[in-house]
């Protein structure tokens, strides 16, 4: 087709009106984009596993309160017993706390009993001010302390205000380290400056698209939006669209080897890529869906979230790309434009894939071609042994006090707290008893193992605190009470931990409906959920995926392989990132939701590049023959998927940023799990492997059938050149 040939509206109009529409697109949501804190929630309720104990008793918890307010912990600590006059000192900060009208009655000055530091219990209206009002207390209490001590503020809300703090560099700073990183690799794999500027646009114009999406399903109460998801959100959809960009684009560099026509390239480009892009995209989007089976709140979120960025990555990478080649054409490789081959040299440039990397490609394709079983086995045996490490991960929670990686006043307030008093004071667990038997399960909390005092909640106290009120009537509602119990252990420790286990046990011998939640035994319940979560979802994440896979490449052996090495790749990235956790970063433990979400990201990228592969292979091996047609596939892709494994890697080692224990694990898992699976498991293992088993790997499908319609024999197949 000449370019004469070619309609105006296909040449000009289409792309053009393509982009304006993106144009708009990202001139609503990039403003969007500041505005997602009025519809995101990082408070306890957007983590908490919706059908646990732990829940139900804080859904209790709530009908004894006249207001929604979290308590806030004032430690005024001192390096010595504090004199009559400075106790004094202390009881003046109570009126300047209660001047500030945070929420209701401050309840306080509570000497410890080594006579070293107070405490205060002040309740904060939970609201989206929260963290502005803990500042405000931070400010009013740190200077009005008796001169020579140390004044922290802590407690439920302390820790909420830093953890939101810590989640603020999610807007600007995670995303400028983002795009920075891909845009050097770019220019390094392009060497040029206008293709990189194209596929950033692709992939900035793409997230601008998903804030929208995810804005408007939030603010209709459709999801559950967090800082989590948030962040996650911003380094998926960056990183998905540039791998789907730089598909597109090996596609349409080699199509102009072919034709003059811009726009003929552009559709050839678009036909080739639109199937293993849609395969991939889809497969992302549902075993990002499959969270939705997750018990917990916070994987319910990101699963709709997250799905909402790929598919916007999906259709930027289909329409505003191929509508930037269409006008930009060679030049969009400026100063290093793909010349126009003689029909004689097309074939053998095809083969070699990328400048640059035809000595590399050959290489690798000579091994795998020579010593295929040798290979395979080899990356294999490295994947187990990588995996053993699995052993020493420690996936089962964190104190809360360790989530927050950078200075925390809340963090230091709860090492002062733990010094002077009962370590769970101001966190307390909560048991919520029928009235009938409210006297017997009281006797059964403080005789539990691991629990301090206990009192019943009376009508007029504030059921948060963690301190009596006045000996009144007890609170009663639909026939329950409840019962604040403070522990000798830390509210985020596995000796708190072990004492909730108990005194459910202990609780349930008397009446069998009562239920014990607070702040630990929400955490005991998120790290037991988390643990179901994982065995539930892995295998339907998995079945999802090899049924993509089977209709993709019209095969059930190629599919089998296919899953099983991600897997592997999985085991390995977990292994490896248990010894780094440990004996580099020394972590107390991981989050236990890490492996579930280390899973989902690895093992649906991880298929990605392989559907780039192997969706490749099989249309070289309809034209040439199954080895023939592996190692021509391996030569095409192996520069682009690198490149994309690279960039990938990248953007989510900028999650490392936010000093968040969960998200620099995450960072860590799936950075090194996608080079791992891009380096060796994409290379070496499934070629490897592919090339030994021959044309059976496409079984039951018509290439497995009839190896002899392949175009060479099985003695020539073995002796293909790779390559030129």
Known sequence: MNLQKVPFWLRWLVPVVLVVTWLGIAGIGGPTFGRLDEVSSNDQASFLPAGAEATEAGDWQAKFRDSEEIPAVVIVENDAAFTPAQLGEAAQLKADIEALKLGSAVVGPIPSEDGKAVQFIVPMASSDELRESVQLLRDTVQPGAPDGMRAYVTGPAGLTADLVNAFGGIDGILLLVALGAVFVILLLVYRSVVLPLAVLFTSVFALCAAILLVFGMAKLGWIQLNGQSQGILSILVIGAATDYALLFVARFREALTHTTNRTQAVITAWKASFEPILASGATVIIALLCLLFSDLNSNKALGPVAAAGILCSLFAALTLLPALMALLGRAAFWPFRPKLLPDDEREPEILT?????????????????????????????????????????????????????????AVDGQDALARHFDAGSGSPAVVVASQGAAQQVLDKVKASDGIGDAYLLAEGS?????????????????????????????????????????????????????LVGGVTATALDTNTTAQRDLVVIIPIVLVVILFILMLLLRSVVAPVLLVLSVVLSYGAAMGVSAWVFNGIFGFSGADATVPLFGFVFLVALGVDYNIFLMSRVREESLKHGTRPGILRGLAVTGGVITSAGVVLAATFAALGVIPIMFLVQLAFIVAFGVLLDTVLVRSLLVPALAYDIGSKIWWPGKLGREPSAASLGPREEEEAPVGR
Request: proline letters at 5%; glycine letters at 10%.
């Open 353 to 409: 894939g990328l400048e640059g990397q035809k000595g590399l490609w050959r290489g690798i394709g000579t091994i795998v071609s020579k010593r295929p079983r040798v290979v395979w086995v080899a990356s294999v045996l490295v994947l187990l042994v990588a995996s053993v490490g699995v052993l020493q991960l420690k996936a089962n929670g964190v104190p809360q006090t360790d989530v927050i990686l950078s200075q925390s006043d």
């Open 462 to 514: 504030v059921p948060i605190t963690g301190a009596p009120g006045t000996p009144a009537e007890p609170a009663v509602r639909d026939g329950k009470v409840l019962i604040n119990a403070t522990l000798n252990s830390a509210a985020d420790s596995i000796e708190a931990e072990e004492a909730v286990k108990s005194l459910r046990v202990a609780v349930r011998e008397v009446d069998a409906g009562a």
